[in-house]
């Protein structure tokens, strides 16, 4: 019998744990193994990152969820912002900067090109936007990434709304076009690899 898979808003507490599932989510990513060749840098860099934007850039939206394990562990990590949710402020930004320099060091302008580049090519409409979704390898495949998925897009058609995410992993894109996305474009930092931005129409 397939075991049914929780989904729960997350909240600020949450940050760590769901630090470190996408922090494991994304360690062989290939946008994240340009921002930080070594792996095992990567391995301690990233899930300081995923808490540093957890905690100051999504949770503060109320739009994030958690799929839990059948013993309520974090088994997976959706991170949202909704339409029309308030721009950072300047001083919101400025304290994100300690935790993105002890994750990324000398490789911080790096990420910020990159930051840079997918906020200059977002949609100008109001949308949904799915900035991480990430599940933890020992469930990769056990519906887990599906079930939070649904969990938004429920939300999302019954606003009429669009949403929006950027793929980082070419293998990806046929998972996220089965849930109504669609590749929009390609995206690259100088000497980076591709990004793809895919946008789900209002239905």
Not at 127 to 140: E, F, K, N, Q, T
Not at 170 to 186: H, K
């Amino acid at each position: 019998m397939a075991t049914t898979i929780v989904v729960r808003k997350a909240t600020r507490n949450d940050a760590d744990a769901a630090a470190r599932t996408l922090g494991a989510a994304f360690r062989h990513d290939p946008v994240m193994s340009w921002i930080l060749p070594d792996l095992d840098r990567r391995t301690v860099g990233l899930p300081r990152f995923f808490a540093t934007v957890a905690r100051h850039l999504y949770l503060p939206a109320e739009a994030c969820d958690l799929a839990l394990r059948p013993d309520g562990t974090v088994g997976g990590v959706a991170l949202w912002t909704p339409p029309n949710h308030p721009a950072p402020s300047p001083l919101t930004e400025l304290r994100t900067l300690p935790g993105i320099w002890r994750a990324f060091g000398r490789r911080t302008l790096a990420a910020k090109q990159l930051g840079d580049l997918l906020r200059k090519n977002h949609p100008t409409e109001p949308h949904w936007y799915l900035a991480m979704l990430g599940s933890a390898p020992d469930v990769r495949g056990g519906g887990y990434g599906s079930a939070l998925l649904h969990s938004t897009l429920d939300r999302v058609d019954a606003e009429h709304a669009a949403a929006y995410l950027e793929s980082s992993n070419p293998d990806n894109i046929g998972y996220y076009e089965r849930f109504g996305f669609t590749v929009t474009g390609e995206l690259r930092v100088p000497g980076g690899p591709p990004i793809w931005p895919m946008l789900r129409a209002a239905r």
